[in-house]
């Protein structure tokens, strides 16, 4: 086995996370790795926010405001509250382009895929990461207060920090579950 090979098979997404957050070097190089998703004709159909410090709690504010106005005030203080469960929240945005060959669903797959490099890149720095999505992440509020164009859509909210405490290992499927030949 490679050591990549044993760095895939040990992540993990850790919930708990703390400050120090990724710091601009290392950024920049888990950035690079993100660019390395495949991409059909190099188009690039990927673009990232990095949210830390007081915009953490702006964020919060976004997401708060997507609830309906009977939600009860747990869930909206819930909301507000989940970007400062850790330092550093980078939002993975799909970006694609009319192509005649490479449809926006291919497109939206790299994006994603560029999350995943990121994610490990951030791990294999001593960083523990937490890939979220949920409502707040297909409304068109938060959309709006992000700055997406029509045409995009996230991919998730990478929260990043330091790891707190790591959790137990989450039990994961047999190889035969889920992969067969044809």
């Not at 937490?130 to 068109?140: L, N, Q």
Request: with cysteine; aromatic share 6%.
């Amino acid at each position: 086995m490679t050591a990549v090979t044993e760095f895939i098979l040990n992540r993990s997404s850790e919930p708990r996370l703390e400050a120090p957050a990724p710091d601009a070097a290392t950024l920049e190089q888990a950035f690079a790795c993100a660019a390395r998703a495949p991409d059909h004709a190099l188009l690039r159909p990927w673009r990232y926010l990095v949210i830390e410090g007081e915009r953490l709690q702006a964020l919060g504010e976004v997401f708060a405001a997507t609830c309906a106005n009977n939600s009860d005030e747990k869930k909206i203080e819930k909301l507000r509250c989940s970007p400062l469960r850790a330092p550093m929240v980078i939002v993975g945005i799909a970006s694609p382009t009319a192509h005649p060959k490479v449809p926006e669903i291919e497109q939206v797959m790299s994006a994603a895929t560029g999350m995943v490099l990121l994610e490990l890149a951030l791990q294999d720095a001593g960083y523990g990461v937490m890939w979220r999505t949920g409502p707040v992440a297909y409304h068109a509020a938060v959309h709006e207060a992000l700055g997406l164009g029509e045409h995009e859509s996230i991919t998730g909210f990478l929260y990043t920090g330091t790891v707190a405490d790591s959790k137990p290992p989450v039990p994961r499927p047999a190889v035969s579950e889920f992969a067969t030949r044809w």
